[in-house]
């Protein structure tokens, strides 16, 4: 089934901890994006990469790195775990930048 | 109505009713707009989009209005179903050196009651 998944579907994490969030498409979509989503503010770019090879920051970025090694794979770290990033994670991907994004179905993260 | 970057409207409505849920912008370079519905424990699903050269989109149920004057986007729901009761999101993608990134906004709660 084309689309976009993501794992784990949800996770508790200690502090400190490091914690990578995985992200894989099969729709050959050039452009891939993560964004955390907060009650109360929306959605938020954390860090993006509009092709293989190349990452940039989004609005957000700080605590959180990035890799885009192929097309298919786009995956989060979190390097040490804060409470703050506690949060609902979305990957998306578009066809080319600039193009509508597609959803995957979130990763809910829980740091205490 | 919902801006972005305000707090989350709510609305109820029958079903069968119509509904409009609204969305105002701040970026008047912004060039292209989307809608996205999201249901409780999902990611955001794709609606409907609107070029900014363009006042009106139709698609299955649904119609989005752009108006650039004022800055302001609609989401037109004709006869609402249960299954239409989600958060709803209007996304900008600014032009200039913010293109391909999307701005969302906090979403407008759809209640659609039996």
């Known amino acids: 089934i084309a689309g976009i998944t993501q794992a784990p579907t949800s996770q508790i994490l200690a502090a400190g901890r490091r914690m990578t969030l995985r992200c894989t498409q099969d729709?050959?979509?050039?452009?891939m994006y993560w964004y955390r989503q907060d009650l109360g503010l929306g959605l938020r770019l954390i860090h993006y990469?509009?092709?293989?090879?190349?990452?940039g920051k989004g609005e957000v970025p700080d605590g959180y790195s990035v890799s885009r090694a192929n097309t298919d794979d786009f995956p989060l770290t979190l390097a040490s775990a804060v409470p703050s990033q506690t949060s609902v994670y979305f990957c998306a991907s578009s066809v080319d930048w600039g193009e509508t994004q597609y959803f995957g179905p979130g990763t809910r993260l829980l740091v205490l | 109505g919902e801006s972005v970057g305000l707090h989350l409207p709510t609305l109820s409505v029958q079903e069968g009713d119509n509904s409009i849920i609204n969305c105002a912008y701040s970026?008047?370079?912004?060039?292209?707009f989307i809608w996205y519905k999201q249901e409780s424990g999902k990611g955001p699903q794709f609606i409907i989009d609107?070029?900014?050269?363009?006042d009106k989109r139709q698609g299955q149920r649904v119609t989005v209005l752009l108006n650039k004057t004022v800055k302001h986007l609609s989401l037109q729901i004709a006869a609402t179903q249960p299954g239409d009761s989600a958060v709803y999101f209007c996304a900008e993608n600014a032009g200039g050196t913010s293109y391909g990134k999307l701005t969302f906004g906090q979403g407008t709660i759809l209640t659609v009651h039996p």
């Open positions: 990469s509009n092709t293989a090879g190349t990452t």
């Open positions: 609107i070029r900014s050269n363009m």
């Open positions: 970026n008047s370079a912004s060039d292209y």
């Open positions: 729709m050959r979509h050039n452009a």
